[in-house]
């Protein structure tokens, strides 16, 4: 097919046409757009006729061959079809809204982490399960979404993110549909693994079971003392295979924090599970500040450079007939996103910066309220808050907080409203 130009299956003048039979319903087809042949599905053979069956070893061959490539020379997308009988007419239902929230304030190996550094470090953050908790029900009361799913802690593992973005928002969603997606918690860097970023880092959400290098030696340690119980020293045991099948230590820190945390790349194809959706995620993580990790690949982002977490996979997946997405965060590359400790606003307790203006703004606004709106008045806010915090920790002769910024890379054709 050539790039750039419409296709329609079948064309004019092929000589077969689409039966559509039983049984009815959605079914989905993968598409893999490649900058270059992929050569185990090139061959003569499946090229000879219109059809032809592909084996399950030749997919997994070409998949291989793909997995192998460049990362900005490949992408892949999976189209959503709905097939409806003769006599059933396609309903018609309006755009509707979904949302689901992660907040992870307790980690797993919090404890391995504070043992380890002698209580100089911690993984667990005061707010997260605060923000996810009260923007979800301020969503469901103005936001106008008909559904919403809210997990927090130990419920917000890999597993659940995975299984909420590629089953269950699928499942109640159609195109045409506004989908979001918040995280509140902690987030790092791995060095890159397809070439897919500028400065050469992935960045890596931190779920609730997420193991680091450092966390995975300490626990390897602990499995030689037969201190861990049977299910965590066999998860240890594999992780530690995954470290030792990397090239150079650097390597194998990256694959085990790939191996249980999310990387953008990966979040990246869940998201194509939504196609045709309008997707909104917003993302209020610390990237690392406060996060025990031992990955090499922070020292290297450069200073003030945007947290730039989907930012170049959302461009790839635009440029396949895939705009409509936002991405809204919290903080820089260089910069730690904070939590606040008094109640704004409205007596709701601690929240994270960020998290606390969308919400105030969401409590005052009396009219309708766009992404946009919201990504300039957290600027300004935010702002302001550092700037008077700063001048009172000054007259306390404290040290003064080092602001971080809200950044939006908003890719959607339409206005994005929060609250309709």
């Given at each position: ?16 046409r689409w ?10 087809v ?12 090139a ?7 219109r ?8 997919l ?16 892949e ?10 006599t ?10 979904y949302?689901?929230f ?5 980690h797993?190996f919090?404890a391995v ?9 911690r ?5 997260p399960?605060?923000d996810?908790?009260?923007?979800e029900r ?8 008909k ?30 549909d506004?989908v979001?997606?918040?995280?509140s ?12 970023e ?14 680091s290098?450092g ?9 030689k003392?037969?201190?861990l ?6 998860r240890?045991a594999?992780?530690?295979?995954v470290?030792?099948r990397?090239?150079?230590a650097?390597?194998?820190?990256a694959?085990?924090a ?16 939504l196609d ?5 995620v917003?993302l ?11 990955e090499?690949?922070l ?16 461009s ?12 809204f ?19 709701l ?12 703004l ?28 700063n ?8 040290d ?16 994005v409203?929060l609250?309709?």
């Amino acid at each position: 097919m050539p790039a750039k130009k419409p296709v329609q299956i079948g064309a004019g003048d092929d000589l077969f046409r689409w039966v559509i039979g039983p049984p009815f319903g959605t079914e989905y087809v993968k598409v893999i757009a490649s900058k270059k042949p992929i050569e185990k599905l090139a061959t003569k053979e499946l090229r000879a006729k219109r059809f032809n069956p592909v084996t399950k070893s030749i997919l997994k061959d070409a998949a291989a061959e793909v997995a192998e490539t460049d990362a900005k020379d490949w992408t892949e997308s999976d189209v959503e079809i709905n097939t409806y009988a003769a006599t059933q007419s396609e309903p018609t239902v309006d755009a509707r809204r979904y949302g689901v929230f992660f907040g992870v304030s307790q980690h797993e190996f919090n404890a391995v982490v504070e043992e380890s550094s002698e209580g100089k470090r911690r993984l667990n953050l005061p707010t997260p399960d605060r923000d996810a908790k009260h923007l979800e029900r301020l969503m469901r009361e103005v936001g106008q979404l008909k559904d919403s799913r809210v997990y927090t802690s130990e419920q917000s593992t890999r597993k659940q993110l995975e299984e909420t973005i590629t089953r269950w928002l699928p499942s109640v969603t159609k195109p045409g549909d506004t989908v979001f997606i918040y995280f509140s918690g902690h987030g790092t860097q791995v060095p890159d693994d397809n070439g897919d970023e500028a400065d050469g880092l992935d960045e890596v959400l931190v779920t609730h079971d997420f193991i680091s290098a450092g966390i995975l030696d300490t626990l390897l340690g602990k499995a030689k003392q037969g201190q861990l119980n049977p299910a965590v020293r066999e998860r240890v045991a594999a992780l530690a295979g995954v470290f030792r099948r990397a090239a150079i230590a650097e390597q194998g820190s990256a694959a085990v924090a790939r191996a249980t945390g999310v990387s953008d790349d990966l979040f990246a194809r869940w998201l194509q599970r939504l196609d045709g959706r309008r997707v909104v995620v917003v993302l209020d993580i610390c990237h690392a500040g406060g996060f025990a990790t031992q990955e090499k690949g922070l020292e290297a982002a450069k200073a003030g450079g945007v947290f730039d977490f989907c930012d170049g996979e959302a461009s790839r997946l635009k440029d396949i007939g895939q705009p409509d997405s936002a991405l809204f965060t919290a903080c820089g590359a260089q910069e730690s996103a904070m939590t606040r400790g008094d109640e704004f606003p409205a007596r709701l307790g601690p929240l994270s910066v960020l998290t606390s203006y969308v919400i105030d703004l969401l409590l005052k606004t009396k009219g309708p309220l766009e992404l946009n709106q919201t990504n300039e008045y957290c600027v300004r806010a935010m702002d302001e808050y550092f700037t008077e915090r700063n001048r009172e920790l000054q007259a306390a002769r404290h040290d003064p907080l080092t602001p971080h910024h809200p950044h939006l890379m908003n890719y959607c054709r339409k206005p994005v409203y929060l609250k309709p």
